[in-house]
């Protein structure tokens, strides 16, 4: 006899779809990208499924940044130091304006 299942009961048998912040996602490409683990241990371990960190890896690879050989954490720290480098270029023109008005 074919059971029928209303909305409400498959609700309750689903799985919510976890979301993952950019911090932990680099964090995990970092393991994967050192060598100390492989994906299928750091999924297990996580308790998620491999295929979601290909994704994740996929995704940064097809960014096509032009670092794409660096590490997630190496590009966010290039990123960093082009901000800084901008921050004191303005910086030292503000203070030769100064410099030339006294």
Same mark, same amino acid.
């Given at each position: ?12 048998? *689903?799985? *919510?779809?976890? *979301?993952?912040?950019?911090?932990? *996602? ?13 994906? $299928? ?8 499924? $491999? ?14 940044? $032009? ?36």
């Amino acid at each position: 006899m074919l059971h029928l299942v209303n909305r409400d009961e498959r609700k309750k048998g *689903k799985k *919510k779809r976890r *979301k993952y912040d950019t911090e932990f *996602k680099q964090q995990v490409l970092l393991m994967i990208a050192n060598g100390r683990t492989a994906r $299928e241990e750091v999924a297990e371990s996580l308790g998620m499924v $491999e295929k979601l960190i290909y994704r994740w890896r996929s995704r940064q690879e097809s960014e096509g940044t $032009e670092n794409a050989g660096a590490t997630i954490d190496q590009s966010s720290l290039l990123q960093r130091i082009r901000k800084l480098e901008l921050n004191m270029d303005s910086m030292l023109r503000v203070r030769q304006k100064l410099k030339d008005r006294i």
